[in-house]
């Protein structure tokens, strides 16, 4: 059967700790979307990972697929595969031929277009690892493709078709100097090594093909989403988004899976029980604006460790977003949601939700299409009363009816407005510090 993880926020949703905790029983772990724009940290045998391309199944001893919806940016697979082995561990990585590669002008185009949006407020803040101009390759039928570095000669009539126009594009609308990210022979020498080491390694796989023969043998396959609902390229608020989709669809269309088998897998919201935000845009529900709100936002970011895994810039923080949260249910069919952080928040006197906005007086229960009439919203509050700060790890042994009441009735009421049963809830970063209601495997 498969399992698809779906962040139902802004990302940072604490996805991996629950792909970690579920993927022990599953045989194959694949990506969908994005590429090292994601981060995530693996504990293993008191060893810490950080991680940013390869599956943390993969260190676990599962096969990890990078899926044709991903963009690949081999410099960092290869690095993480080789600071692994230098580690003692051997992942086991395929990657799909559909998937582009990131090459080092799409990380300088990133960076040069940020900077030029930031005039108009425009910059998405992205993480500047090129994500954002390789897909726009891939949609300008202009990418090169992992299975295109495995023969020199496609490389090559691909790299001259591409460089030269990017190279025109720094130079001649943005007024700069093009350095050596632009040389076709550099480039070409640089990547088809990739691609020998991608061969030689037998890496790369037709990825549609080798997961449904892997589900049609029965074996438990989890689909791991990046990023989240709202920064969904199609479903978040355009245009600050990442370029790809981490809505349950993107798992069909970003391996080659059919929906009907994703279907009848189990699909799970990931969702954080406070909102994080490392990028732009508005936020209707942030802490800000007076001291009292800055200093609750410090203080759930110092608790909840909210700093950029990939850039550690500081995150901005909000209460929870229900309008966001119902959205991200529809869009991704959830069949079950996991709570986490949920001891961060253990100590205030009270937890407010964003339970409803009110938009030109009008009560709504979902997110406006448009991201400037996201901004319009103003949320109708519910308050909680608060919960204590406890001993979460005791709390994790001891199980779900160990929860303070009043946590209790703050899940109870997410579960409700979703009409989802909770499956886990997190407690706490450690791999045991999570309550597991039920096992989608
Ligand atoms: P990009 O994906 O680097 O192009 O960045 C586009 C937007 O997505 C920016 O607002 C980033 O902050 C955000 N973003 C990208 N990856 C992540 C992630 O893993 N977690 C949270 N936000 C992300």
């Known amino acids: 059967m498969t399992v698809t993880i779906v962040g139902s926020q802004l990302g940072d949703e604490g996805k991996g700790g629950i792909v970690d905790l579920y993927g022990d029983a599953a045989d194959v772990v694949a990506r969908y979307q994005g590429g090292d724009n994601a981060g995530h940290t693996v504990v293993e045998g008191g060893e810490e990972y950080k991680l940013s391309l390869v599956p943390s199944g993969a260190i676990r001893g599962k096969v990890g697929v990078l899926g044709n919806g991903c963009v690949v940016n081999p ?39 940020e900077e030029a949006k930031s005039d108009s407020d425009l910059d998405a803040g992205t993480t500047g690892r090129g994500i954002g101009p390789t897909y726009e390759d891939k949609a300008g039928r202009r990418g090169v493709r992992i299975g295109d570095l495995l023969d020199p000669e496609t490389l090559r009539d691909r790299l001259e078709y591409v460089v030269p126009q990017k190279r025109a594009l720094v130079e001649d609308v943005y007024g700069m100097e093009a350095g050596e990210e632009f040389d076709i022979d550099a480039l070409h020498e640089e990547f088809s090594e990739y691609g020998r080491r991608l061969r030689e390694n037998d890496m790369t796989v037709n990825a549609g093909e080798f997961l449904t023969d892997h589900v049609e043998a029965g074996d438990n396959v989890m689909f791991e989403g990046a990023q989240g609902t709202s920064i969904d390229i199609d479903h978040g608020i355009y245009p600050y988004v990442t370029s790809s989709n981490p809505t349950a669809g993107g798992a069909c269309t970003g391996t080659g899976v059919g929906p009907t088998t994703i279907g009848q897998g189990e699909i799970i919201g990931i969702v954080k029980a406070y909102l994080s935000r490392v990028g732009t845009g508005p936020l209707p529900t942030e802490l800000k604006g007076d001291d009292e709100s800055e200093d609750l936002a410090e203080y759930i970011r110092e608790e909840g460790g909210e700093y950029g895994t990939v850039t550690g810039r500081p995150r901005r923080v909000g209460w929870l977003d229900m309008p966001m949260l119902r959205h991200a249910a529809r869009t991704s069919g959830f069949t079950g949601i996991a709570v986490n952080h949920l001891d961060v928040l253990g100590g205030l006197d009270e937890v407010k939700v964003g339970h409803t ?8 229960e979902t997110m406006p299409p448009t991201t400037e009439r996201w901004g319009d919203c103003d949320p109708t509050y519910r308050t909680f009363d608060g919960w204590p700060d406890a001993d979460w790890e005791a709390v994790a042994a001891d199980g779900y009816d160990a ?23 997190g407690i706490g970063p450690g791999r045991d510090e999570t309550i597991v209601l039920d096992r989608p495997f």
């Open 75 to 113: 410099r960092t697979l290869f690095d993480e595969i080789d600071t692994l082995r230098e580690r003692g561990l051997d992942p086991d990585v395929r990657v799909a031929q559909r998937a582009h590669a990131i090459l080092p002008y799409h990380r300088v185009l990133d960076g040069i277009e």
């Open 357 to 364: 906005y009110t938009l030109d007086g009008e009560e709504t």
């Open 403 to 425: 929860l303070p009441d009043n946590a209790q009735a703050y899940l109870d009421y997410i579960s409700d407005e979703l009409d989802t049963p909770v499956y886990a809830v």
